[in-house]
């Protein structure tokens, strides 16, 4: 029986180092498509090669907004739900924002706010005390 040649350290290493510059091969499974047009991926957990966990993505729709992610595909992501959300699901919820969303700009007219909503840092509360941005002051109490 011939005996296996022995291992060198500097080999290893220097084999190693090669394969992590080669691309890694990130084809996954479609597993769905939410209402802002996100792509949602899976690469099942495959025990026989030591793989434990899931690896789940997402490619955006904008590249430049990513934040944006609906709270049922947040929960799948992040490994909290084992099976992405239904059709049915989505669309629910979906109604269920668009219903919040009416109620608060009606919220608003019956207190005599603007009906559109503020995002940003306008939507904070201005006090004449305090600098909206720094040497600015707001227009009581200015100081220049």
Not at 11 to 23: A, D, E, G, Q, R
Request: aromatic fraction near 10%; hydrophobic fraction near 30%; charged fraction near 30%.
């Amino acid at each position: 029986m011939a005996k296996p040649p022995p291992r060198s350290i500097i080999t290893m290493i220097i084999t190693n180092f090669v394969n992590s510059l080669k691309p890694k091969k990130t084809s996954g499974n479609f597993k769905g498509i939410d209402y802002m047009g996100n792509n949602y991926y899976e690469i099942p957990a495959d025990p026989s090669i030591g793989k434990r966990q899931d690896k789940r993505w997402f490619v955006p729709q904008n590249s430049e907004n990513f934040e944006d992610v609906p709270p049922e595909w947040d929960s799948w992501l992040r490994g909290r739900r084992k099976e992405p959300p239904t059709e049915e699901e989505i669309m629910k919820n979906l109604a269920i924002i668009e219903i919040k969303r009416k109620n608060a700009i009606e919220v608003e007219k019956k207190a005599g706010k603007p009906s559109q909503m503020i995002t940003g840092y306008e939507s904070f509360p201005k006090r004449p005390e305090y600098e909206i941005f720094p040497g600015e002051h707001s227009d009581k109490g200015s100081t220049k």
